[in-house]
């Protein structure tokens, strides 16, 4: 089985395409660009990370940003409960929120 998996990699690694239809070249340099857009990975650029710890690091950021726009998302609501809809506060809110 491991002469299989090294074959497979061997022919991977040539640039043909792997069963999702991407090269492993393809797909190195789209895990590159995703680590770039990961804070926590952006300043280990000159280091070398797996693909798995930029998929892993990749959800955990996605998880922390759903979290703030709940967060924010809460804050806003009870902003706007406690505000006087014709107040200038009301209006600069519905300004920012179209």
Do not use: F, W
């Not at 998996?5 to 690694?13: A, L, N, P, Y």
């Not at 395409?17 to 952006?42: C, E, F, H, N, Y």
């Not at 009870?78 to 179209?98: F, G, P, V, W, Y």
Request: charged letters at 25%.
């Amino acid at each position: 089985m491991s002469s299989r998996r090294s074959s497979s990699r061997s022919r991977q690694s040539s640039g043909a395409p792997t069963s999702a239809g991407m090269t492993d070249a393809q797909i190195t340099d789209l895990v590159s660009k995703l680590q770039q857009l990961i804070p926590q990975l952006r300043s280990r650029h000159s280091d070398k990370v797996s693909a798995a710890k930029v998929l892993q690091e990749t959800c955990s950021y996605i998880k922390s940003l759903h979290r703030e726009v709940d967060d924010l998302s809460d804050r806003l609501s009870e902003l706007l409960a406690n505000t006087d809809s014709n107040s200038a506060q009301a209006a600069i809110i519905r300004s920012l929120l179209m």
